[in-house]
């Protein structure tokens, strides 16, 4: 059987049915053995070993141009990768500059393997940087591996005093981009939302532009929960979890909330963060001990809500950390660190671009 195959980088072909022999000539690939009709194949550049559960051959066609076949099944039900220019992937997922991944390409300093095959098997020189592969294909520079990109979520947790921007130009606070580091910066790693400048917990980096807006858009309706540490005595729980479900009155607007729990502190740790307390809202010597937390979740993120809601209800806020947003959660993440969303928080999010 033959079966032509143009030379564009990146083809696939899924029905290739007994091929007798591995031939190449500038236009047409004949190939031999017996090869299920579920395989993919692929043309991509250099010389590369054909795996598949049959046989194990090396195939080397003129013009750079190099058939590998693989026979994942799963590739065939999910979808179909996006395919890149190489100095594009290699720039972002080896923190380089455009040119300099350019050059290296140039100069074949880059590899890449089939994940199916073992890792003793001979990798694919990339011969250029027009070729395409995918973003999380596996790469080598100079025989070592070069890391994968992060995944499409990340959780930070914003400590207090830090300007939810990636730059400040107008004075000295600190700010996100102190902390996001340049790899992440380079492929597009951004906030989901802010956090005022005084309230610290969970902040959710995003690559995808989409996600970001589905995370953040109304519509979808989703949670985030809060502990707010407030002033103003004994907390009246009924009256507050009442007035909080019928919408509090602000200058945003009416906003609604669900009263979660509400646990008393010792007057030993409200005196700690009383002392702490540098914001201007509130006059220090006004700060009525102890202190209350109080766990609400909302559907909206006006700016300063949830300190105007409760400070409307009798509970002026002293201080406010973010526990979780929508599935994602702050767990026992360290101020100022990152950690990678798991696989069930990206489900999730992932989920939402589906609806």
Known sequence: MMVRLHRTVGISVTSVLSMSRAYCSSAFVTCADSVSSSSNIHIMSGNFKVNHPYHMQRIAFTRNTCLYMSTNSKSQKGKKKELFRADKVLSQRANLSRSQAFDYLQRRRIAMRDPNAPESDSMIPVTGPKVKISMDAILYMDGKPIPQLPPILMAFHKPKYVLSALEEKHSDKAHLGKYLPERLTRIGMHPVGRLDYDTSGLLLFSREGELTQRLLHPKSGIEKEYIA???????????????????????????????????????????????????????????????????????????????????????????????????????????????????????????????
């Not at 100022?336 to 999730?348: A, M, P, T, V």
Request: charge should be negative; glycine fraction near 8%.
């Open 229 to 355: 540490t407030c002033a103003g005595g004994q907390v009246d729980v009924d009256s507050l979890k009442e007035k909080l479900k019928d919408g509090v009155e602000t200058g945003e607007g009416i906003h609604v909330a669900d009263l979660l729990s509400v646990e008393q502190l010792s007057l030993e740790a409200s005196e700690t963060i009383k002392q702490q307390y540098q914001a201007d809202d509130i006059n220090p010597n006004d700060i009525e001990l102890p202190l209350t937390d109080v766990k609400i979740s909302v559907k909206e993120g006006k700016y300063r809500m949830v300190r105007r809601m409760l400070a409307n209800c009798g509970h002026p806020v002293i201080e406010l950390r973010r526990e979780r947003h929508g599935n994602i959660m702050l767990k026992d993440l360290p101020e100022g660190e990152f950690r990678d969303c798991d696989e069930d928080e990206i489900d999730w999010a992932v989920s939402l671009m589906k609806r």
